[in-house]
C-alpha cells in the first residue's frame, strides 16, 4: 500500500510529459507552415496579405500557391513581390512541392540547408535577391530537381561538389555572386546539364576536363573570373556557347583571343593557393583544384642550382620590373592628358560597390573599343569606314562640351536620379530647350561595335507623339560615357499619382486617366508595328515608373528601344524594379525571352494601377475587375466621378491583357480597337 502514492505520482508526470511533447510529435499541417513562411518572407505583412490562417490554402485564396490533385500544396510562386524577409526552414516542411519561385525579390539572408527535404522539388528559383552564405551542400540530395537559379545575389564559398549528383539537373546558373574556389570535375557527371553560367565570380583553378565531355551541354559561361591553365579542346564543340573572357591566364589551341599553352602545365605561380586548415582532408578538396606538389628529398632540384638560378632570375625580374614600371608612368601621364575620367560605380543592391568596381576594373569598355578600334568619333563618323552612313547621325550628335555646359560639368543639383548602370541630368541646350541627359556607363552597352550603332540608329529612328523624343546623343571616349539627350517632361512619371492621398494635386480625374491609358497603347502600338514596314520592337520594360507625363498630361513612354543599346545583364538588372511592381509576365520564368505579349501584359498591369490608384495590384483588384464589380476597383479618390460602363471595360481589356497564357492575350491592335469603343461613352 505504501507503493501506491509513488505509483500515481509516476503515472502523473508520465501523463504531464505526453502532454507536454504531443504538440512538439504532431507535425505541422501545410497551412500552419504556410503562416510561418509568409512570417519570415513577409516580415511586416505588406505583401502576402491574403494569405491568412485558418483557411485552405489550396482553395484559390493564397496568392502564389497552387496545390495538386491530391490537395497538397505544389507550387510556391511569389517572384517580384518586394519580399523582404528571410527564406524560413518551414519550407522544408512542404514535402509535395515541385516548384519554388522566390526571384526577384529582396530577400535576405542563407539558404536553409533545409530545402534538401523537398524530394520532388524540379524548379528552385532563388535569383536576384540578396542571399548571403555558402551553397547548401545537402542540396545535392535533391533528386528531382532540373533547375537551379541562384544567379545575382551575394553567395560566398565553393561550389559544392555535391551539386555533381543531380542527375537531372538541366541549368545550373550561379553567376553574379562572390563564389571562390575551383569549378568541382563533378559537374561533368551531369548527363543531362545543357547550360551552366559560372561568370562574374571569383573562381580559380583550370576548367575540368571532365565538364568538358559532359554530353548535352550547350552553354558554358566562366566570364570574369580568375581561371588558370589549358581550356580543353572539347570545349570548341559549343562554339559561340563557350564565353570564357576576361581570364587573363586561361590558354588553349583553337580559341580566340588565348595564347597557345607553355609546356609547363604548373599551377600559377603569383596567384596563392587557398588556406587549408590542418587536419582537413584530401577529399574536401575539388577534383578540379591545382594542388603544388610537396618537395620531398628525391625529387627536389639541388639547392646549389636553385640558388644561382635565384640570382638571375632576381636580376631579370628587377629590369622587367623598372621597364613595367615606365610603361605604367607613361600610361599614366597620357590618361592625364586625356583627362580620362571614371565610370559611376554605382550599385543597386545586386551588386556590392566593391563588385561593381571589380567587374569594371576586368571588363573591357565598349565605348573605347569601339573608338579606339575603329576609330569610331561620333563627329567623324563619315571617316570611321562604318557602313551606317554619317547622314543618318548627323543632326543627333553632339559634343562632350555641348553636354557638360548644358548640366553645369554634371553638377549634383542637376541630378534627377541614378541607378546601377547610368545617370540622369536636367541640362539647357544653347537654344534654351530643358532636357534630360542619360548618362550610360561604358560597361553597361553593347559590346559589339555594329550592335552598338544599331541600338543607335533604332533609338534615333523613333518618332511618335507618346514617345518621348531623343534630340540627340554623344559618345565620350575621355569619360567612357555615353550620353542620350531627351526632351525633359516636365509633369514626372505616373508612379507620382499612385496611391496619392484624397484632395491631393495629384489626383488624376477619370478623363485624363482614360486619356493617358489610350495614349500608352498608342505609343505601344506603334512599337510593335505601326512604324510602316519596320519590323517590331519589344519595349521590355513597360511600368508606371517609364510613363511620363506631359504639361498637358499626355503620356510619353520612356526607354524606348533602349535595350537594343544595352547590355543583357544591364537589361535583366533593370528587370528587379519592374518584377516587383508586378510587370513581369509569368512565361518569362521559363523562356527567358521578351515577346510583343509581354509588353501586352505589362500594359494591362498599368491599366490596373490607373484604374485603381494603387501601385500594388491585389487579387481582389483583379478579382473585381474581373467580375465588373466597378465599385471595388476603381480608386476612390474619383468620388464617384467617373463612367462606370467605361470603367467596367477597361477592367475587362487589364484582364484580357494579363491573362497567365500569352495566346490568350490580345495583340495591341486588337486592343486599341477595343479602347476606341470606351473612349466615345457619353
Known amino acids: 500500500m505504501c507503493d501506491h502514492p509513488n505509483m500515481a505520482l509516476l503515472l502523473f508526470y508520465f501523463l504531464s510529459l505526453s502532454l507536454l511533447l504531443s504538440p512538439a510529435l504532431s507535425s505541422p499541417t501545410e497551412a500552419e507552415l504556410l503562416m510561418q513562411i509568409k512570417a519570415s518572407l513577409d516580415p511586416e505583412n505588406r505583401f502576402l496579405t491574403s494569405w491568412q490562417p485558418n483557411i485552405d490554402p489550396c482553395g484559390g485564396f493564397f496568392e502564389g500557391v497552387a496545390c495538386n490533385e491530391q490537395g497538397h500544396v505544389a507550387n510556391i510562386s511569389l517572384q517580384g513581390k518586394g519580399l523582404s524577409g528571410q527564406i524560413p526552414a518551414a519550407v522544408g516542411g512542404l514535402k509535395s512541392l515541385t516548384g519554388l519561385y522566390l526571384h526577384f525579390n529582396a530577400l535576405k539572408g542563407e539558404i536553409p540547408k533545409e530545402l534538401a527535404d523537398l524530394s520532388q522539388l524540379s524548379d528552385l528559383y532563388l535569383n536576384v535577391n540578396n542571399l548571403s552564405g555558402e551553397i547548401p551542400p545537402q542540396i545535392g540530395n535533391m533528386s528531382s530537381l532540373q533547375v537551379l537559379q541562384l544567379c545575382y545575389n551575394k553567395l560566398t564559398g565553393s561550389i559544392p561538389t555535391q551539386l555533381g549528383s543531380l542527375q537531372k539537373l538541366t541549368v545550373l546558373a550561379l553567376q553574379y555572386n562572390r563564389l571562390t574556389g575551383a569549378i568541382p570535375a563533378s559537374l561533368g557527371d551531369l548527363g543531362l546539364l545543357t547550360r551552366l553560367d559560372l561568370s562574374f565570380n571569383s573562381l580559380f583553378g583550370p576548367i575540368p576536363v571532365k565538364l568538358a565531355d559532359a554530353p548535352v551541354l550547350q552553354v558554358l559561361d566562366v566570364r570574369n573570373n580568375s581561371l588558370s591553365g589549358n581550356v580543353p579542346s572539347a570545349l570548341g564543340r559549343l562554339n559561340g556557347g563557350f564565353q570564357y573572357e576576361n581570364n587573363p591566364d586561361l590558354c588553349g589551341v583553337g580559341f580566340h583571343n588565348l595564347q597557345t599553352c607553355a609546356a609547363s602545365n604548373h599551377p600559377n605561380p603569383t596567384r596563392p593557393e587557398p588556406f587549408k586548415p590542418s587536419g582537413s582532408s584530401q577529399k574536401d578538396i575539388p577534383e578540379s583544384a591545382n594542388l603544388p606538389s610537396s618537395c620531398s628529398k628525391t625529387n627536389c632540384s639541388n639547392p646549389s642550382k636553385n640558388s644561382q638560378y635565384g640570382v638571375i632570375f632576381g636580376v631579370i625580374g628587377v629590369l622587367v620590373a623598372l621597364t613595367v614600371a615606365g610603361l605604367f608612368a607613361f600610361s599614366w601621364y597620357r590618361r592625364r592628358k586625356q583627362k580620362i575620367g571614371s565610370v559611376l560605380d554605382t550599385s543597386d543592391g545586386r551588386l556590392s560597390t566593391d563588385q561593381a568596381k571589380e567587374v569594371n576594373r576586368r571588363t573591357a569598355s565598349p565605348l573605347i573599343n569601339l573608338e579606339y578600334s575603329n576609330g569610331w568619333d561620333p563627329l567623324a563618323i563619315g571617316r570611321s569606314g562604318n557602313a551606317l552612313s554619317q547622314e543618318m547621325f ?289
Open 394 to 682: 548627323e543632326s543627333f550628335m553632339f559634343n562632350l562640351e555641348d553636354v557638360e555646359r548644358a548640366t553645369q560639368c554634371f553638377a549634383e543639383v542637376n541630378l534627377l536620379g541614378k541607378n546601377n548602370f547610368s545617370s540622369t541630368y536636367r541640362g539647357i541646350l544653347r537654344d534654351g530647350s530643358v532636357v534630360a541627359i542619360k548618362c550610360i556607363s561604358k560597361t553597361s552597352c553593347k559590346t559589339d561595335e555594329a550592335e552598338f550603332l544599331m541600338g543607335l540608329k533604332i533609338l534615333t529612328s523613333l518618332k511618335h507623339e507618346n514617345l518621348v523624343r531623343l534630340r540627340g546623343f554623344c559618345c565620350s571616349k575621355g569619360r567612357g560615357e555615353c550620353f542620350l539627350i531627351y526632351d525633359l517632361v516636365p509633369n514626372g512619371n505616373l508612379l507620382e499619382y499612385l496611391d496619392v492621398k484624397a484632395g491631393s494635386e495629384n489626383v488624376l480625374d477619370w478623363s485624363t486617366r482614360v486619356s493617358i491609358i489610350t495614349g500608352v497603347a498608342k505609343g505601344i502600338g506603334y512599337l510593335h508595328g505601326n512604324r510602316g514596314k519596320k519590323p517590331a520592337i519589344v519595349h521590355q520594360n513597360i511600368s508606371a515608373e517609364n510613363v511620363l507625363v506631359d504639361s498637358w498630361y499626355n503620356p510619353m513612354l520612356s526607354e524606348s528601344g533602349l535595350p537594343n543599346l544595352l547590355a543583357d545583364d544591364v537589361m535583366f538588372s533593370m528587370l528587379k524594379a519592374s518584377a516587383a511592381m508586378g510587370y513581369l509576365a509569368p512565361e518569362y520564368t521559363t523562356t527567358g525571352r521578351f515577346t510583343e505579349k509581354s509588353d501586352v501584359y505589362a500594359f494591362g498591369m498599368v491599366i490596373l494601377q490607373i484604374l485603381s490608384g494603387k501601385r500594388n495590384i491585389s487579387h481582389l483588384t483583379r478579382q473585381a475587375a474581373d467580375s465588373w464589380r466597378v465599385q471595388d476597383f476603381i480608386d476612390e479618390n474619383l468620388e464617384g466621378n467617373f463612367s462606370e460602363s467605361e470603367a467596367a471595360k477597361l477592367g475587362k481589356i487589364a484582364i484580357g491583357c494579363t491573362h497567365e497564357s500569352p495566346n490568350h492575350r490580345p495583340s495591341m491592335e486588337t486592343v486599341m480597337q477595343e479602347l476606341n469603343g470606351c473612349t466615345l461613352a457619353p
